[in-house]
Antibody, heavy 120, light 107 residues
Framework: QVQLQESGPGLVKPSGTLSLTCALS?????????WTWVRQPPGKGLEWIGE???????NYNPSLKSRVTISVDKSENQFSLKLSSMTAADTAVYYC?????????????WGKGTTVTVSS | DIQMTQSPSTLSASVGDRVTITCRAS??????LAWYQQKPGKAPNLLIY???TLESGVPSRFSGSGSGTEFTLTISSLQPDDFATYYC?????????FGQGTKVEIK
């Protein structure tokens, strides 16, 4: 059974950089799937952040692209999100998810999410 | 970016009702549309992909239809477990986008 688990700091200072990791169990990150990050501000809808393939190919949300880096660590079977220049608007629940195995990516397995608050 | 617009934003219905949610894309996305269900405090759960393909384990009272720019999610007979928020997501573009969500409430 494929499971994903997000980890990282729950509190980030304004202008700081968020670093989150998604650990994968029950499957290899080197399959043909895409690995995705999605966030949800309090009381709001879902926002796609970006995705990575084990080959290193990435796609990012254009509105976040200048601040986002998604990377994969095959040795640890995990992938990561870095989001720089954090502001209060980045306060959200951050989810990692498994994307489908073609270039047309929907998300079929999700982590439980981790809450990130931006505050001094 | 492709904009996804769901209607209604909120829907009040009773157990046993037939419920339909609409999702419109700002340009054709062919059939590259997924539907998710989300309950409070939980991660989204995939219901349907490729506009009409039911994900394994999802009850058959859920169905999806449409292509191009207009899509629908139908729940044939609303059950107590179905009160939740539903999101559509397009994945034709490499910049994936979600609709704003439709909350299905108890009438």
């Amino acid at each position: 059974q494929v499971q994903l688990q997000e980890s990282g700091p729950g509190l980030v200072k304004p202008s700081g950089t968020l670093s989150l990791t998604c650990a994968l169990s029950g499957a290899s990150i080197s399959t043909n799937n895409w690995w995705t990050w999605v966030r949800q501000p309090p009381g709001k809808g879902l926002e796609w952040i970006g995705e990575i393939h084990h080959s290193g190919s990435t796609n990012y949300n254009p509105s976040l692209k200048s601040r986002v880096t998604i990377s994969v660590d095959k040795s640890e079977n995990q992938f990561s999100l870095k989001l720089s220049s954090m502001t209060a608007a980045d306060t959200a629940v951050y989810y990692c998810a498994r994307g489908s195995s073609s270039s047309k990516v929907y998300m079929d397995v999700w982590g439980k999410g981790t809450t990130v608050t931006v505050s001094s | 970016d492709i904009q996804m617009t769901q209607s209604p934003s909120t829907l009040s219905a009773s157990v046993g009702d037939r419920v339909t949610i609409t999702c419109r894309a700002s340009q054709s996305i062919y059939y590259y549309l997924a539907w998710y269900q989300q309950k409070p405090g939980k991660a989204p759960n995939l219901l349907i992909y490729k506009a009409s393909t039911l994900e394994s384990g999802v009850p058959s009272r859920f169905s999806g239809s449409g292509s191009g720019t207009e899509f629908t999610l139908t729940i044939s007979s609303l059950q107590p477990d179905d009160f939740a928020t539903y999101y559509c997501q397009q994945y034709d573009s490499t910049s994936r986008t979600f609709g704003q969500g439709t909350k299905v409430e108890i009438k």
